[in-house]
């Protein structure tokens, strides 16, 4: 049984008489352990595809299954539980609390999991160590670099050991060199037995991970998957990295 | 966790936050500065009330005849001993009695002159009716009262007059002994009451006679004269009582004989010889339960028509209309100042209320990433609300503490006859309301920022 199942899931908007499907029936299957990547030009729908997957948006149809649980049937705190113990976000901006340090930001998520403050202060300097932050625990996040800052998110995605974690355009901000160290740090992740979805719109990008989805006006148009893999697509992979 | 959060968010923005808490300090501190100035009044209106007898004392005063009973006039006896001896056979409910023949009299003495408010013959009884306690000598009896001696009892008013206040002397001048002249008679002083003041007057006085000890203190010192010696006008009037055994004043001023009935000249103008009764200018009594006043006034009445032969001209004063007014004051009083620190919280609520949505328009991102990372509605609801409750809270708190200097300011400003008191009771109900406001306020807000679709949150920029 995949992690996730996505069964005909459509979103639609009404803006006035006009509908507009961000989503237009899509089924998809993301297993244990995969690494894949979304990839679309803006306004393709894949943000609206991960904010479903991420449980922070409901389906207008279709259902959505994620490690077992009908993600359209669940309340408010049920999906709040989900967000907080099976999902982790990594974001473009980084998104960590300015007032707070890393330390603090990376226990975040184990405060609304009610775990004592001990044990998640021992686990937060471990998800730091993994992604080599521990010695910047205590700085602010605006007192580090982007790349910096963007491990501490990434500590802070792992922290509570989710089944899945989504970053949306990881290296958006962030210089190349800086963005490949991020995406060799998602690929160690990916080799440790970690669930990864990346959603971007730069295909070279999403050509470090073996599985890619194309989205496009709602769509999935392309799909590539690693167990049919192209020598030249895979050219292009190594060629990014 | 949720408290550092919170404190940590108070003081991120600590010259915000006290602005916002100044409506509540603001608020509370109104309200118990309030309800201490109320509480003095009380407490100054209740000691008064016991300095003039109590709730208990009812006094009958002769008044004009009714209209309908004009023509019996020649009948009318007016207030006489005859009703008290009436009275006390037959009014069970009476406990103690005490007629009054007042009279007006200029008192001589040590080259002085002085006219007394009150001059009245009485029983040895009246100084128990009238709360009146004799510090010096004794008061007469009524072996006195039988022999019609010439000795009287004074209050310290007419000692400060003839002979000095203590203030004045420097020493306490007990004149038992000496002799009065009253309307040019030689009266002999057997006693005096002790000096009548309120509890706070007493304090100050006693402040000052502490003060006076040390020379460094000493100024020029200003005679403020009686009248504007602080202290209720009860206690003023009180320390101006002189008594005279009744009958002397019957026998040797024949009183009774020529006192009209009081007010008008068209009243009427029975002289003892209608009853051969000495007239009183009025009659004290004590009755047994204020509870039973009503029907005590009825028992009184009863027995007053039959010796009156249904003439009314008596009427009863008693001290429960004063003491209504009291309490109908000190209502509005409360009312006013409630509305006034209700008012002042209200304001203190919306600037609270105006902060927090402030706060959470420039925290919505903040809130997207806690909500995307498993904060429940919940968790923000409560975070938010903690805040607007922490701001209150920390604001009632401090308005507490500025009560109190507020309090001492206003009585060292402008100094009243009632001293404010801050009582227990109204810090912990301004402390209570400060509560509720943080919490009313943060609803609202916590509410707003709750229901944040993450998605937009985190979009916003």
């Not at chain 2, 959060?5 to 923005?13: D, E, G, V, Y």
């Not at chain 2, 000496?178 to 309120?198: A, D, K, L, R, W």
């Not at chain 2, 429960?320 to 209700?342: M, P, T, Y």
Request: charged share 20%; with cysteine.
């Amino acid at each position: 049984m995949a992690l996730v199942e996505l069964r005909n899931v459509s979103k639609i908007y009404r803006l006035g008489d006009e509908e507009i499907r961000a989503l237009d029936d899509v089924t998809l299957d993301i297993a244990e352990g995969e690494f894949m990547s979304i990839v679309g030009p803006s306004g393709s729908g894949k943000s609206t595809l991960m904010h479903i997957l991420g449980c922070l948006d409901s389906p207008t149809k279709g259902t959505v299954k994620l490690d077992g649980v009908m993600i359209q049937d669940a309340s408010a705190r049920q999906l709040a539980a989900i967000r907080n113990r099976k999902l982790g976000f990594v974001f473009q901006f980084f998104n960590l609390l300015p007032r707070l340090n890393v330390l603090q930001n990376v226990e975040l998520p184990m405060i609304y999991s009610r775990i004592p403050a001990r044990e998640r202060h021992k686990r937060a300097l471990a998800a730091l160590e993994s992604v080599e932050m521990a010695n910047r625990a205590k700085h602010r996040p605006s007192q580090l670099s982007g790349g910096q800052q963007q491990r501490a998110a990434i500590a802070r995605a792992l922290v509570n050991s989710p089944r899945i974690i989504f970053a949306d355009e990881p290296t958006g901000n962030l210089d190349s060199q800086t963005g490949h160290a991020i995406l060799s740090l998602f690929r160690d992740l990916s080799q440790q037995g970690r669930t990864i979805v990346l959603v971007t719109h730069d295909s070279k990008i999403a050509a470090v991970t073996p599985r890619r989805i194309e989205i496009r006006d709602g769509k999935i148009v392309d799909e590539l998957r690693p167990t049919a893999p192209s020598p030249a697509k895979q050219g292009l992979a190594s060629a990014a990295l | 966790m949720l408290l550092a959060a919170t404190f940590n968010q108070i003081l991120a923005h600590k010259f915000r936050s006290v602005l916002t808490m100044l409506g509540v300090i603001l608020g509370v501190s109104s309200l118990v500065a309030m309800s201490a100035l109320v509480a003095g009044m009380e407490k100054g209106a209740r000691e008064a009330l016991i300095a003039i007898g109590g709730l208990e004392k009812v006094r009958v005063v002769p008044q004009d005849i009714p209209v309908e009973q004009r023509h019996l006039s020649d009948e009318a006896v007016g207030v006489t001993l005859n009703d008290v001896r009436a009275l006390q056979q037959s009014a069970p409910l009476v406990t103690q009695f005490s007629p009054e023949m007042r009279l007006s009299a200029t008192f001589s003495a040590n080259g002085k002159t002085y006219r007394p408010w009150n001059v009245s013959g009485v029983w040895p009884a009246a100084c128990l009716l009238n709360e009146h306690v004799i510090a010096h000598g004794r008061m007469f009896n009524e072996l006195d009262d039988e022999m019609a001696r010439n000795v009287c009892v004074i209050g310290t008013a007419t000692r400060d007059e003839l002979w000095g206040s203590p203030e004045k002397v420097g020493r306490e001048i007990i004149p038992v002994g000496e002799t009065v002249f009253i309307n040019g008679m030689p009266f002999t002083i057997i006693g005096m009451f002790e000096h009548y003041e309120s509890e706070q007057d007493r304090k100050a006085r006693l402040l000052a006679a502490s003060e006076a000890k040390h020379p460094s203190r000493k100024g020029i010192g200003r005679d403020r004269g009686w009248r504007a010696s602080r202290g209720g006008y009860v206690f003023t009037f009180k320390n101006q009582t002189v008594y005279l055994p009744l009958n002397t004043v019957w026998m040797k001023f024949r009183y009774g004989a020529t006192q009209l009935a009081i007010s008008s000249g068209k009243t009427s103008r029975t002289i003892e010889g209608a009853t051969g009764d000495p007239r009183l200018s009025r009659l004290e009594l004590k009755i047994a339960n204020v509870n039973l006043l009503s029907e005590a006034l009825q028992q009184i009445r009863n027995v007053l028509m039959t010796t009156h032969k249904g003439i009314e001209d008596f009427t009863f004063l008693t001290q429960e209309d004063w003491a209504d007014q009291i309490k109908v004051f000190i209502h509005n009083a409360r009312l006013s100042g409630g509305l006034i620190a209700g008012v002042s919280l209200l304001v203190g609520a919306i600037g609270i209320m105006n902060i927090m949505l402030a706060s959470i328009s420039e925290r919505v991102r903040e809130i997207g990433i806690r909500k995307s990372v498993g904060a429940a509605t919940s968790d923000i609801f409560l975070q938010i609300l903690a805040e607007s409750l922490a701001i209150a809270v920390l604001g009632g708190l401090a308005g507490l503490g500025v009560s109190v200097g507020l309090v001492h300011l206003l009585s060292s400003v402008s100094p009243t006859d009632n001293a404010p008191i801050i009582r227990v009771g109204p810090l912990i109900f301004a402390f209570v309301s400060s509560v509720i406001v943080g919490i009313l306020a943060g609803l609202f807000p916590a509410i707003k920022a709750a229901r944040l679709n993450p998605i937009q949150a985190l979009r916003y920029d």
